[in-house]
């Protein structure tokens, strides 16, 4: 049996992606599910992140996003049984490639797949679900009535459908007309985003667009993906990044700045506008939830709800076409270079 493993070796700068052949033990785990791999998605590796927490190994397996169909369960397990159909994702120390055909993996981070969610979707958007999910709900802190700026799609649906007023940005004509026409796929046909604030080709200043839309009041949360430090840099930016302080004046009081930047640096005078204004930033790290099984059962239940609402459509992915198994080395060295790109791959 064979899988996609990550090695880094000295003097390399990049990292390089190989298919190494594997096993699985002969006995299985007390609480290990055996489970047959039906798609797995892919998505960048944080090899400094793995440093930081510990995992070192000659060998990084890739694609821990896993959908599949259990095949044996261990004498322990409570959750599953034999031809369950489940998902989820493979903890950061997890020795398994998710591009195995079959897999090895504990009960405690696997949910029911609901039938009528294909194996490939759930596979390809869990990872942005459940990073949705603790953006709003663990760190922003939503509620009904608020107003949020956000920069992601699942963010979007899943902050419009819980009540906020949503402001987005664009970067393209194409995306400005996707965002204005999303419509939510059950319930009254309003659109889900309440402005669209185009930010290609200098069509826009985004703090007095933002401003503007709130009677200059700020917004509740911003979520980013990612913040430019500094204002020289903006030029060498290859996509639109916002402003550290243009974030922070357009906060609300007692509001929140949802950050994914690992290196966040702070000037004097940004801390004391967001001490004036009594806001807060907190980092958004996803893999926390895998890496400390301090609130299993609720990281459990975000699984679970993330591939409902996938399911009934609350929560609808950019149409993704899944990459044949034979590709996979080369769809994740692509992955590797470009940030934010994912893929799936059909077993």
């Not at 696997?110 to 990872?127: D, H, I, Q, Y």
């Not at 920069?151 to 400005?176: D, P, R, Y």
């Not at 319930?187 to 667009?209: K, Y």
Request: aromatic share 4%; net charge negative.
């Amino acid at each position: 049996m064979k899988g996609l493993f990550c090695r880094v070796e000295e003097g390399e700068t990049e990292p390089k992606f190989i298919i190494q052949e594997t096993t699985l033990p002969d006995v299985l785990g007390s609480h290990q599910v055996r489970v047959q791999v039906k798609a797995c998605g892919l998505s960048p590796l944080d090899l400094k992140l793995l440093r930081d927490v510990g995992v070192q190994t000659d060998l990084v397996p890739v694609g821990r996003e896993v959908a599949g169909v259990v095949l044996k369960v261990g004498p322990k397990v409570t959750f599953f049984q034999p031809e369950d159909e489940v998902v989820g994702i493979l903890p950061l120390d997890s020795l398994c490639s998710g591009l195995c055909e079959v897999i090895d993996v504990d009960e405690c981070v696997l949910v029911g797949k609901p039938e009528k969610l294909s194996a490939a979707c759930a596979a390809a958007t869990l990872r942005d679900g459940v990073r949705a999910y603790t953006a709003l709900h663990t760190h922003a802190g939503i509620a009904g009535g608020h107003t949020l700026l956000n920069f992601g799609l699942m963010c979007i649906q899943l902050a419009a459908h819980c009540g906020l007023k949503v402001l987005a940005t664009s970067s393209s004509a194409e995306e400005q007309a996707f965002l204005e026409q999303l419509r939510p796929a059950v319930g009254l046909q309003e659109p889900l985003v309440a402005r669209v604030i185009p930010v290609f080709n200098g069509s826009s200043d985004l703090l007095s667009a933002v401003l503007e839309e709130t009677g200059g009041l700020g917004v509740d949360a911003v979520i980013d993906s990612g913040v430019c430090l500094f204002m020289e840099d903006k030029q060498l930016e290859e996509k639109f990044l916002p402003d550290k302080h243009d974030i922070i004046s357009m906060l609300s009081v007692g509001g929140q700045w949802v950050t994914s930047h690992q290196d966040l640096q702070l000037d004097p005078p940004d801390c004391r506008l967001l001490f004036l204004k009594s806001a807060s930033v907190c980092f958004l790290n996803p893999e926390v939830w895998t890496t400390s099984s301090a609130q299993q059962g609720r990281y459990l239940h975000i699984l679970k709800d993330v591939v409902e609402k996938m399911s009934t459509g609350v929560l609808r992915p950019h149409p993704q076409e899944a990459v044949p198994l034979y590709e996979a080395v080369v769809a994740m060295e692509t992955i590797q270079r470009q940030p934010g790109k994912t893929a799936v791959v059909q077993l």
